[in-house]
């Protein structure tokens, strides 16, 4: 059984890293979001001196909407503030002129025809720690009143429910990361925010042309979406496996729904016992935070594994939790007593 850790500011740490392999951490997860090659392929050569059997794990951007790179500013934003957001396109079209504008704009990382497409009740940013509720659209903006305000500054993540994906290519980021991942001989390749099975035919295009011989990396879908969920069984067709990503998949549905749609999920994937089943974030939220884990968090490992998960992903547990080693043990013990 998998249990993957993922690589941030801890791991740099080669303490911490010994720590979380020689713990129970048979596989690790690379966010190319979240650092840079030069940094990553340090970890990687350290990782396997520790354990050369350790898996590697390349995690792809996908069609993760996020504030612009290109946006310029630090926003603080208040409670009941009008904000405009927009495409990265129109926001390099007006840039020059937005300090004359008197509003603040959030530029996000795909084309404003893309997010003009449909209509919107709520916008997400920081996993719903920040929300806005659409009001209109006026002059290809999208105009919002702040709900929840907060600090935004660029590559923060967001969350806009119904947001039509199916034209978002595989991004220039993501083919860097294969190609990458090529190179450095990774295990898995696992993109983000999948909703149709052509999403990974497009993955396996890019790969096959650029592969080495040899080559035999494996591919996971992650689940983020209402579509990925509803298009489960054709994805599953097309992939190695699949990752449940509960982080985005709350925010991107409703956390009421979350349970019905990993149930979805877990029972289509059953069918074949040769795909991985991964079960990823909000898993040890407590020792995160250095506290003892809650119930609930344990009965959740529980049912998965009982419900046939084949591994767990640890994400800011590891990457920048304040006990990544205890929270590695703790993980493999319950594994260890509940995997029978």
Request: glycine share 8%; aromatic share 8%.
């Amino acid at each position: 059984m998998y249990i993957v850790g993922t690589v941030g500011p801890n791991i740099k740490d080669r303490t911490v890293l010994k720590g979380i392999i020689d713990s129970g951490v048979n596989a690790l997860r690379f966010n190319f979001i979240h650092g840079s090659a030069a940094e990553f392929l340090e970890i990687l050569e350290n990782a396997k001196e520790i354990n050369k059997d350790i898996e590697i794990i390349l995690d792809l951007s996908g069609t993760k909407v996020r504030v612009s790179n290109n946006f310029e500013y630090i926003y603080k934003v208040y409670d009941d503030e009008e904000i405009y957001f927009c495409g990265e396109d129109k926001y390099d079209e007006i840039k020059s002129n937005i300090s004359k504008m008197k509003i603040k704009i959030i530029p996000l990382n795909i084309g404003n025809k893309i997010l003009n497409e449909k209509n919107y009740n709520q916008i997400g940013i920081k996993d719903n720690t920040m929300i806005f509720n659409v009001i209109d659209k006026k002059d290809g903006f999208i105009r919002a009143i702040t709900v929840k305000g907060g600090i935004i500054r660029k590559g923060k993540g967001c969350n806009i429910k119904n947001l039509e994906r199916k034209t978002i290519l595989l991004s220039e980021k993501d083919k860097e990361a294969i190609n990458w991942g090529i190179i450095n001989k990774v295990d898995i390749i696992c993109q983000s925010f999948v909703e149709y099975k052509e999403d990974i035919k497009e993955i396996k295009s890019f790969f096959n042309k650029n592969k080495l011989n040899g080559d035999n990396i494996r591919i996971w879908a992650k689940i983020e979406t209402l579509n990925g969920v509803n298009n489960i069984k054709g994805i599953l067709n097309e992939s190695d496996g699949i990752v449940i990503g509960r982080g985005d998949l709350i925010p991107e549905t409703s956390i009421e729904d979350t349970p019905i749609y990993e149930e979805r999920i877990l029972k289509e994937a059953n069918k074949n016992k040769e795909k991985d089943i991964i079960i990823a974030t909000h898993l040890f939220n407590s020792m995160k935070s250095g506290k003892m884990p809650s119930i609930s968090e344990v009965e959740c490992i529980y049912n998965f594994i009982k419900s046939g998960a084949t591994g767990f992903i640890l994400a800011g547990e590891t990457s920048v939790g304040k006990a990544p080693i205890k929270t590695v043990e703790f993980l493999k013990n319950l594994i260890a007593k509940y995997n029978y």
